[in-house]
């Protein structure tokens, strides 16, 4: 989705621009792989409206194919807003910080712009607006600009502030505001899920931003390991050594069951739902837990497409990664038609929705949607590589 472009040239003499460009890959591939993990989920709220699930997940209740199918998309945000953090740092190698953060607050107005406008319409389909939603891209977008500001600062000081949200944030769980006060939106755009209205609008915060402003501050720290002149073998040792401490670090804190997230429990009888309580994570906001776990595997997961990059693979998926708003933006209206023209032909079959009656169709949907969904966005990938004359091409 909102990353920095990935057209900006990069490299030095210590690092030939051939490492640069095959480090370069390696995080675009992933991009695009989380991409097509995020297809999955939003072809799921299409076609299951009628069974929303909640967050997190319950596993007392949710039929454990919809409960599986919905969790292999939580990696998605937090490794987009990772990357982010990461590519500025990038970014920042050909760039003074002054011209990275101009970059970075024109660039997270943008999205902020886009969410509140042709983002809501995707969801809604409605003008003017019943409601209108804070989600990722709008807080990738503050996330940005908070990474504007921070920058300039050391980077052991960015560090120290990112992982001190990251794990701390939990400890505010219990702090709330009331709703006639004048805090109570603030509030609800920073750390805690809420819903008011202004003006006959309703405003709802999917996504408070303050874990993910701790998230894209450690991804920036991450980037003398892409930018210097450290071993390839170093670098994917590092990163798997980090994604598996992380890994480690969810499963003890996640046993001893006292922080992180909301208690897990156990079902008497049934191994399976207790397995699904101990991995359900809250969201919205990110939990420590649910980032140690989506974050640690990226880690791994990014590790990996560097050492077999130049694989087909890699190649289709860093297509759909080095153009991530033009396909984001382009499956949410082909998915919001394909649903309207589903609804106007059958009608709402599943009380007020329309939608289909197994979850296999959710996976047929989707499987047939990845080719079709991916021409168009290679089109415009290589459109970007072409007309760098084009300045407002590198904000798609």
Same mark, same amino acid.
């Given at each position: 989705?909102?990353?920095?472009?990935?057209?900006?040239?990069?490299?030095?003499?210590?690092?030939?621009?051939?490492?640069?460009?095959?480090?370069?890959?390696?995080?675009?591939?992933?991009?695009?792989?989380?991409?097509?993990?995020?297809?999955?989920?939003?072809?799921?709220?299409?076609?299951?409206?009628?069974? #929303?699930?909640?967050?997190?997940?319950?596993?007392?209740?949710? @039929?454990?194919?919809?409960?599986?199918?919905?969790?292999?998309?939580?990696? $998605?945000?937090?490794?987009?807003?990772?990357?982010?953090?990461?590519?500025?740092?990038?970014?920042?190698?050909?760039?003074?910080?002054?011209?990275?953060?101009?970059?970075?607050?024109?660039?997270?107005?943008?999205?902020?712009?886009?969410?509140?406008?042709?983002? =809501?319409?995707?969801?809604?389909?409605?003008?003017?607006?019943?409601? /209108?939603?804070?989600?990722?891209? +709008?807080?990738?977008?503050?996330?940005?600009?908070?990474?504007?500001?921070?920058?300039?600062?050391?980077?052991?000081? /960015?560090?120290?502030?990112?992982?001190? /949200?990251? $794990?701390?944030? =939990?400890?505010?769980?219990?702090?709330?505001?009331?709703?006639?006060?004048?805090?109570?939106?603030?509030?609800? @755009?920073?750390?805690?899920?809420?819903?008011?209205?202004?003006?006959?609008?309703?405003?709802?915060?999917?996504?408070?931003?303050?874990? +993910?402003?701790?998230?894209?501050?450690?991804?920036? $720290?991450?980037?003398?390991?892409?930018?210097?002149?450290?071993?390839?073998?170093?670098?994917?040792?590092?990163?798997?050594?980090?994604?598996?401490?992380?890994?480690?670090?969810?499963?003890?804190?996640?046993?001893?069951?006292?922080?992180?997230?909301?208690?897990?429990?156990?079902? &008497?009888?049934?191994?399976?739902?207790?397995?699904?309580?101990?991995?359900?994570?809250?969201?919205?906001?990110?939990?420590?837990?649910?980032?140690?776990?989506? $974050?640690?595997?990226?880690?791994?997961?990014?590790?990996?497409? &560097?050492?077999?990059?130049?694989?087909?693979?890699? #190649?289709?998926?860093?297509?759909?990664?080095?153009?991530?708003?033009?396909?984001?933006?382009?499956?949410?209206?082909?998915?919001?038609?394909?649903?309207?023209?589903?609804?106007?032909?059958?009608?709402? =079959?599943?009380?007020?929705?329309?939608?289909?009656?197994?979850?296999?169709?959710? +996976?047929? +949907?989707?499987?047939?949607?990845?080719?079709?969904?991916?021409?168009?966005?290679?089109?415009?990938?290589?459109?970007?590589?072409?007309?760098?004359? /084009?300045?407002?091409?590198?904000?798609?």
């Amino acid at each position: 989705m909102a990353t920095i472009a990935r057209s900006e040239p990069f490299g030095s003499a210590a690092t030939p621009v051939k490492a640069a460009a095959r480090r370069l890959t390696s995080i675009d591939a992933l991009r695009g792989f989380v991409m097509v993990i995020m297809l999955l989920d939003h072809v799921r709220e299409t076609w299951f409206l009628h069974l #929303q699930v909640s967050d997190p997940v319950d596993a007392r209740t949710v @039929m454990p194919a919809l409960f599986f199918t919905r969790y292999l998309s939580t990696i $998605c945000a937090p490794v987009f807003v990772g990357l982010t953090g990461l590519s500025a740092f990038l970014y920042g190698r050909t760039h003074t910080k002054g011209e990275v953060s101009r970059f970075l607050v024109e660039r997270g107005l943008f999205l902020m712009f886009l969410e509140l406008t042709f983002v =809501n319409f995707a969801w809604t389909a409605k003008y003017p607006p019943e409601t /209108i939603w804070f989600q990722v891209i +709008w807080t990738i977008g503050v996330a940005m600009i908070a990474l504007a500001g921070l920058l300039h600062l050391p980077r052991k000081a /960015i560090f120290a502030i990112g992982l001190a /949200i990251v $794990c701390g944030h =939990n400890l505010l769980d219990g702090v709330h505001v009331a709703p006639d006060s004048p805090l109570f939106a603030p509030w609800a @755009m920073l750390h805690e899920r809420q819903a008011w209205d202004f003006a006959g609008i309703t405003f709802k915060t999917t996504y408070p931003v303050l874990p +993910w402003i701790g998230l894209i501050s450690l991804g920036y $720290c991450m980037g003398p390991w892409f930018a210097g002149d450290l071993a390839a073998e170093v670098r994917q040792k590092r990163m798997t050594m980090t994604g598996l401490a992380m890994l480690a670090a969810f499963v003890a804190l996640r046993t001893l069951n006292v922080y992180g997230d909301a208690p897990r429990f156990v079902v &008497e009888g049934d191994g399976l739902r207790t397995f699904m309580s101990f991995m359900a994570l809250t969201k919205y906001p990110p939990s420590l837990l649910y980032l140690l776990l989506n $974050c640690g595997l990226g880690m791994i997961l990014l590790s990996a497409f &560097e050492k077999i990059d130049g694989g087909r693979v890699s #190649q289709w998926l860093s297509v759909l990664g080095g153009a991530p708003m033009f396909f984001y933006m382009l499956h949410l209206y082909v998915l919001k038609a394909l649903y309207l023209i589903a609804f106007a032909i059958w009608g709402a =079959n599943k009380g007020k929705f329309f939608g289909v009656d197994n979850l296999a169709w959710v +996976w047929v +949907w989707y499987v047939g949607l990845i080719v079709p969904l991916y021409f168009p966005t290679r089109w415009f990938s290589n459109l970007k590589k072409r007309r760098r004359d /084009i300045w407002w091409l590198k904000y798609l």
